[in-house]
């Protein structure tokens, strides 16, 4: 909640080191409107917009 409320100021746990590089940047890219998810195949697809 508090990565989409206040992107990439958020002062949580996943926006520093290593959890950035793994989650971070993927879920502030989500925030912005430039990749989408979906299921495919029965699993979890992330796409450009």
Known sequence: DRIAAEGDGA???AL????RAV???Q????VRG?????FDKRR???FDL
Request: glycine letters at 14%; hydrophobic letters at 50%.
């Open 11 to 13: 002062d949580v746990p």
């Open 16 to 19: 520093q080191g290593w959890r």
């Open 23 to 25: 989650f971070g940047e």
């Open 27 to 30: 879920a502030l890219r989500l």
């Open 34 to 38: 430039e990749i989408g998810i979906k």
């Open 44 to 46: 979890i697809a992330v």
